[in-house]
């Protein structure tokens, strides 16, 4: 027989129905609590199937397990943000997967519990997973109270930082709003160390996914540009975008686009132009077309409006604007005289009488998505 005892209860215990161990046993587990018992350990489980990886998961989740295994006895804090379907997730799938294979133990935090970190600063060398860290701990420690308390994040700092050193553990957040996330926990690498922020995914995923699916393989040019056009790109959205074209054959890129619900942040872009003519100043307002805000590499022919000269002879001219790296900003201008050229003008106008001086881009007005145009056929420029 044995018991049980603190300071004022004792409880009978069956030796036979359970093991005292010094360090947490190998397994998947979530923290839970119980009137009686208060906060304890649940065995869990944690799917870590996935298929092909596209992008940076790989990479990012082999670096931080190795880092954790560098760090021998101090807690290391990761914080993976972005938009939902990018990665964070899967990242943290592999970290895991790493975990399992050397038998660490891990324990996986999807609800806010009282004087949870408390109860946290017992445990030793284990992966610590907070998904959707800023939606699980939101709010006060005690939302009753009217008085300035301890908000739920703050709450956690001490987990992260000196007071734990010794437990040798690995704490991954998953963040979908940045904004949410305490200041406290930010830029501050000794309680978290790396910051992997996932934005979008980029051109050789989006070619990885087509090589591996896209039946027709002629639209992947038109893939590529539709979706690099787009200020959010995640895994979802080409798989949507795949699938949608493979299903119907005769769809174009475009009209699957605007079938499909997938937002797409469009702006009306417009050239200031200012310009000589038979030493004349002129400034000139001249649509240029719709523009997509993700957007970078830019490639134009402006024409101005027709115009008289001195002598009442009308005259018009163009310009070819190819920048590279650059994007119309959603405030204000862009200056792209450097990469702008005067491309045709009227014969009535000799070449010499004829200076361009200043070209700046800005937008003005969303457009809708009635008012789509292909930004590329719009803009009537050679994809760069």
């Known amino acids: 027989m044995s018991f049980i005892v603190n300071k004022t209860s004792a409880s009978y215990i069956d030796e036979n129905s359970i093991n005292i161990e010094k360090t ?6 979530s923290p839970t609590f119980d009137k009686f018992r208060g ?19 790989q990479k990012i989740a082999d670096h931080i397990y190795e880092a954790y295994n560098k760090t021998h006895e101090n807690n290391l804090g990761v914080l993976l943000s972005g938009g939902k379907g990018l990665g964070k997730s899967l990242t943290a799938r592999l970290v895991i997967e790493h975990a399992i294979k050397d038998e660490v133990p891990v324990i996986v935090v999807n609800e806010y519990l009282p ?5 946290m600063k017992n445990i030793k060398n284990a992966v610590i997973l907070f998904d959707e860290f800023e939606k699980v701990f939101s709010g006060k420690v005690n939302e009753d109270s009217d008085d300035r308390t301890l908000s739920k994040q703050e709450e956690m700092l001490s987990l992260l930082d000196g007071t734990s050193i010794g437990n040798h553990n690995l704490f991954i957040m998953t963040v979908n709003d940045l904004s949410r996330i305490n200041e406290n926990l930010k830029s501050r690498p000794g309680r978290i160390k790396y910051h992997y922020r996932y934005d979008s995914e980029g051109e050789d995923t989006i070619r990885a996914y087509c090589e591996d699916h896209l039946q027709r393989k002629d639209l992947e040019n038109d893939i590529v540009n539709s979706l690099l056009a787009n200020r959010y790109v995640s895994l979802d959205i080409i798989k949507a975008l795949v699938d949608e074209l493979n299903y119907f054959e005769d769809l174009t890129v ?18 200031k132009i200012t310009y000589y003519v038979y030493g004349q100043k002129h400034t000139e307002d001249i649509y240029v077309g719709t523009y997509y805000t ?35 900003p959603t405030i204000g201008s862009i200056d792209v005289s450097e990469y702008t050229s005067i491309h045709d003008y ?31 056929s719009e803009l009537s420029g050679d994809e760069l």
Request: aromatic share 14%.
């Open 24 to 29: 947490l046993p190998f397994g998947i587990w």
């Open 39 to 57: 906060i304890f350990l649940e065995k869990s489980e944690y799917k870590t199937e996935h298929g092909k990886i596209y992008g940076k998961s």
């Open 115 to 119: 004087d949870l970190f408390n109860f």
């Open 254 to 271: 475009d009209d699957a686009m605007d079938y499909l619900n997938i937002e797409i942040e469009r702006i009306s872009a417009y050239a």
């Open 294 to 328: 993700g957007q970078k590499n830019l490639g134009c022919e402006v024409s101005s409006s027709e115009k008289e000269d001195n002598d009442g002879k009308e005259y018009y001219f163009a310009v070819k604007i190819q920048m590279k790296g650059q994007k119309i």
């Open 346 to 376: 009227s014969d009535d106008i000799k070449a010499a009488d004829l200076h361009v001086t200043k070209v700046e881009l800005y937008e003005e007005g969303a457009f809708t998505k009635e008012n789509k145009v292909c930004a590329y």
